[in-house]
């Protein structure tokens, strides 16, 4: 008797504990903030270090971390597919049309995976050094702090395809950009609140060009963008040539992440169309535009909880994928 209730016991555990720590390898973990806290005890605060020495030295560089964690987890999950280079079956995420030319921050990455491999070899995965430098560079441009829950492993593959189709491009529709959030879990909320990335950091012309000279396929001007802003931009972003040409995405306040970004909406004034659909083409989603507008709070919030559900996106964990030595290539 004594022997079944403590197997009734071992088995209740087993079924029902809420929530694994990995304890068995082959299970499916859920990612939680400690999780290097034995391990690799040293991991955040290095994380961190690097990235602001980085940030200091070049403040876009806070941008282009931060989009480098989302262009992850969009493609297979929050994995670190983007940051292998081709080699042998691999073919490079960064070839895809959103990464091509844009994608940018591999080298910060590398820095920081080479100090973490010095501390603590083999521990700290890739998937997580991206996700702890996407937090870290919203806080060094005066964005809102959490918690990032870790313990994802690294991909043993990329895909390019995947890479082309699941990142929305700037000339989707709000219906098409929408739908490939919700296919990464995401709802209209984050979408809003993820897009107020866009309140630091650069685009090149080439991204929003179709905007300025009435390609919208009725011959006529886009009227969702100020005329006079417009005509501003076209200076610099030619009918033709000109396409590397960078401009803010946030021309009022280019290197502070604020809620700035809805404001310039508000005005005709977001730079990309995905950044202007947001107000003119859904209901939902112009509310929460005006919200996070007046609300710089709100704003805040919900970006840090949006952040860690995106972050959650389909990680590899236990004993699936592995950690890498290097970002860039797989483990032989
Ligand atoms: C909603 C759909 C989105 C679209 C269509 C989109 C599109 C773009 C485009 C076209 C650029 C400029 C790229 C270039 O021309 O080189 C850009 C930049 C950027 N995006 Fe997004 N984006 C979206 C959502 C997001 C999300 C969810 C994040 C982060 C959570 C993000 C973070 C950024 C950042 C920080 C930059 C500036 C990067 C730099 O300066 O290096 N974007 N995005
Ligand atoms: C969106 O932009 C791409 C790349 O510039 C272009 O090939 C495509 O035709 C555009 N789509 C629409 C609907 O305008
Ligand atoms: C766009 O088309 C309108 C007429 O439909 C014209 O008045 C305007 O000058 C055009 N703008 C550009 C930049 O081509």
Not at 168 to 195: H, M, R, Y
Not at 206 to 214: E, I, P
Request: one cysteine or more; glycine letters at 6%; aromatic letters at 8%.
């Amino acid at each position: 008797m004594a022997h079944f209730m403590s197997f009734l016991i071992a088995f209740s555990i087993l079924t029902f504990a809420p929530v694994c720590f990995c304890g068995n390898k082959a299970r499916n973990c859920y990612l939680y903030p400690q999780f290097y806290d034995h391990s690799c005890p040293k991991a955040q605060k290095i994380v961190m270090s690097i990235v602001a020495k980085a940030v200091a030295k070049e403040t876009r560089m806070a941008a282009s971390l931060l989009r480098l964690h989302f262009h992850d987890c969009f493609v297979k999950g929050c994995d670190a597919s983007i940051l292998l280079d081709s080699s042998g079956s691999i073919i490079s995420e960064k070839r895809s049309n959103p990464n091509r030319n844009s994608a940018r921050g591999f080298e910060v990455l590398d820095e920081i995976k080479s100090a973490l491999e010095k501390e603590c070899p083999q521990t700290v995965s890739c998937a997580d050094i991206l996700a702890l430098a996407a937090r870290d560079s919203t806080v060094l441009t005066g964005g809102p702090s959490w918690e990032v829950p870790l313990g994802r492993r690294d991909s043993r593959g990329a895909s390019l395809s995947g890479s082309n189709n699941n990142i929305p491009a700037p000339n989707n529709t709000f219906q098409t950009i929408l739908t490939k959030f919700k296919l990464q879990g995401l709802d209209v909320v984050d979408l809003v609140a993820l897009s107020g990335s866009h309140t630091i950091g650069n685009s090149r012309c080439t991204s929003f060009r179709q905007r300025l000279y009435n390609q919208s396929g009725n011959g006529q001007p886009d009227y969702t963008l100020d005329q006079s802003y417009a005509a501003q931009l076209r200076r610099r972003c030619p009918r033709s040539g000109g396409d590397q040409n960078l401009f803010f995405l946030d021309f009022v306040s280019p290197t502070k992440f604020d809620n700035i970004y809805y404001k310039n909406i508000l005005a005709s004034k977001g730079l990309l169309s995905s950044d202007q659909v947001l107000l003119t083409k859904n209901e939902a989603s112009m509310e929460l535009v005006k919200k996070y507008a007046k609300n710089n709070k709100l704003f805040f919030e919900q970006f840090a909880k949006s952040m860690i559900k995106m972050g959650n996106i389909s990680p590899l964990t236990g004993s699936k994928g592995e950690i890498r030595k290097h970002c860039r290539k797989i483990n032989k």
